[in-house]
């Protein structure tokens, strides 16, 4: 589904990756390990088309990524990232603008539908009052992967997504994802409890191989 066919990337001179490839297969879910810097955000921007290789190619579905492709790639990856970029205004504001979009009229929008995915994860039921810039770093998270569990999308990169919430919303939010055996999903992430699925696979930047 995804590859990484000999990427090499630098910054301002500087190497971040260096020949890495790897390929991610549909309905896997893969762990991205190494310390920072060693390119596990980088990858996630190459697969998105923000950025190009230096050396190599990403391809998606068999597509590679470039400029003609990029548009239609992005259309089917939710990408959260670990800045939580959900925009300002009210939280319901927010779901009507989504269900109202011409391009997201196949997609479940119901009440009932956003209303059973606030109750897991645990929004209180006034929350669509609320404004996004007064949520805290948890709420803004939780909110995040409600939306892109709406736009109805099958492949996920996931980037420290679950960094500032306790030991029982990770847990909730790591059950939700590990249950969907049609979703693929990359995360970048030092939470233990992603390790716990004996399906997941681990690969190592540093390393530049699978370590599990």
């Avoid at 990484?4 to 301002?12: E, G, P, Q, V």
């Avoid at 990756?17 to 991205?32: N, P, R, T, Y």
């Avoid at 995040?144 to 109805?152: D, K, P």
Wanted: aromatic residues 10%; hydrophobic residues 40%; charged residues 30%.
């Amino acid at each position: 589904m995804i590859k990484f066919n000999n990427i090499h990337l630098s910054y301002d001179g500087k190497k971040v990756i260096e020949d890495i490839s790897f390929e991610v297969k549909q309905g896997e879910k893969v762990v991205l390990s190494g310390k920072s810097g060693s390119g596990k955000s980088s990858l996630f921007a190459l697969a998105l088309g923000f950025v190009e290789p230096g050396e190599g190619e990403v391809t998606f579905e068999g597509v590679r990524v470039d400029e003609n492709s990029v548009w239609d790639i992005r259309k089917k990856i939710a990408y959260i990232d670990q800045d939580v970029s959900v925009g300002d205004g009210k939280i319901q504001d927010l779901f009507d603008f989504i269900s109202g979009l011409k391009a997201n009229v196949h997609l479940d929008c119901t009440k009932g539908k956003v209303r059973d995915l606030l109750r897991y994860f645990e929004f209180n039921e006034d929350i669509g009052d609320k404004n996004i810039e007064d949520l805290s770093g948890g709420e803004r998270q939780r909110l995040a992967i409600v939306i892109s569990v709406l736009l109805e999308r099958n492949v996920f990169f996931l980037d420290e997504v679950t960094s500032a919430l306790d030991k029982h919303l990770k847990k909730k939010v790591v059950d939700y994802f590990m249950k969907r055996e049609d979703w693929t999903f990359l995360v970048i992430s030092h939470e233990p409890l992603w390790l716990e699925d004996p399906s997941v696979k681990v690969f190592d930047l540093e390393e530049g191989k699978w370590i599990l």
